[in-house]
């Protein structure tokens, strides 16, 4: 026998438009009422037909989620993962449902973004990146769609973004390596102009410019790359020599691993490693690496919570909110001999 909307009401006490406004996520049903429907609608089996839901309240209840590209070492990249877990797990608990674009290259995504608003199948997005001049996110603008962005402002002022402060991350740990003695840091990045490498590459050389530290920056394009890179600065007979490498993605940090390890480049004692965002990864990784961890779970709650909110037209007590970060310490570093420091 179906489960209809009645038995519901009846499970939860309450009444049948109760139980509708709940479904319809109304902003004036209380939590603790929800909850309750909610739950008679778990103990009962009871799923709504979404199909009716959109064509009564014209309103799909889903998130559409706008990820850089698809390419596997993106989707395999825990900070994704982890951050679009903490966005799932907030629109699931507000009754939304999640769609994610599928394209590797910059101009399929921007017909697939565009495709999905003329097709009007979200509410909203959340764009997980920020990059100058961004097409996608000017299509977004212009047509006054709900949007917010992870990343740090860089297009536009009235719309809201939820980051961590990567310039003031990158130089707590750029100090830190200071502190154990280093004076010679190698830092690599990934290619692109994405917001959160450049403020990461610019703490780190807010640093080493105020102590004197000699330093290079180099873009990785591959593994290749990466070969040549230690080896014009590990190997050969390089005027800067680097006692560390700083990698502005765990991602990266892995592959930089395992190219040091080709070459026979023990991690700490001929070279230290540290990267960004702590994860399974770097906790397992052999040495485990130090690294900040940038709770990427909570950005996606938030991320998640807030889009719910501006569809509700509730109200938000912030334009740009950041999460904060700490450093994990591992077996990865460690304080320099002093005959090493000079």
Do not use: W
């Not at 190997?235 to 990266?252: G, N, Q, R, W, Y």
């Not at 040091?260 to 070279?271: A, F, G, R």
């Amino acid at each position: 026998m179906r489960t209809t909307i009645k038995d519901v009401a009846s499970e939860a006490n309450v009444s049948i438009s109760t139980v509708s406004r709940v479904i319809r996520n109304n902003p004036k049903i209380t939590e603790a009422t929800a909850n309750k429907v909610r739950e008679a609608m778990d103990k009962l089996g009871y799923i709504p037909n979404q199909a009716a839901r959109t064509l009564i309240t014209n309103k799909t209840l889903t998130i559409g989620l706008i990820i850089k590209s698809s390419s596997s070492d993106v989707r395999q990249n825990p900070f994704n993962s982890d951050v679009l877990n903490g966005i799932h797990q907030e629109c699931n608990r507000h009754g939304y449902s999640t769609k994610m674009t599928v394209s590797e290259h910059s101009n399929e995504l921007f017909t697939e973004v565009k495709q999905m608003v003329q097709s009007r199948s979200v509410d909203g997005f959340i764009l997980l990146y920020s990059k100058e001049n961004d097409e996608i996110e000017r299509l977004l603008h212009e047509h006054s769609l709900p949007y917010i962005v992870v990343g740090k402002p860089l297009n536009y002022d009235d719309v809201i973004h939820i980051d961590n402060d990567n310039i003031n991350a990158s130089q707590r740990l750029t100090k830190y390596l200071y502190d154990l003695g280093h004076r010679h840091i190698l830092f690599l990045k990934e290619p692109g102009n994405f917001a959160v490498t450049n403020d990461r590459e610019l703490g780190f050389r807010n640093i080493c410019e105020e102590f004197n530290i000699h330093y290079a920056v180099e873009e990785v394009e591959s593994r290749h790359s990466i070969h040549k890179i230690v080896e014009r600065y590990c190997i050969e007979d390089h005027s800067l020599k680097p006692t560390v490498m700083i990698t502005s993605d765990a991602m990266l940090n892995l592959q930089v691993l395992s190219v040091l390890y080709d070459y026979n480049l023990h991690i700490p004692d001929t070279i230290q490693t540290c990267t960004f965002n702590t994860s399974f990864l770097t906790e397992n990784a052999a040495p485990p690496q130090t690294s900040v961890c940038i709770n990427p779970d909570l950005l996606g709650k938030e991320a998640g919570a807030t889009i719910i909110n501006l569809l509700k037209s509730l109200p938000v007590s912030f334009s740009e909110k950041e999460i904060e970060t700490h450093l994990e310490i591992r077996q990865s570093t460690k304080k320099l001999a002093k005959e090493n420091e000079e």
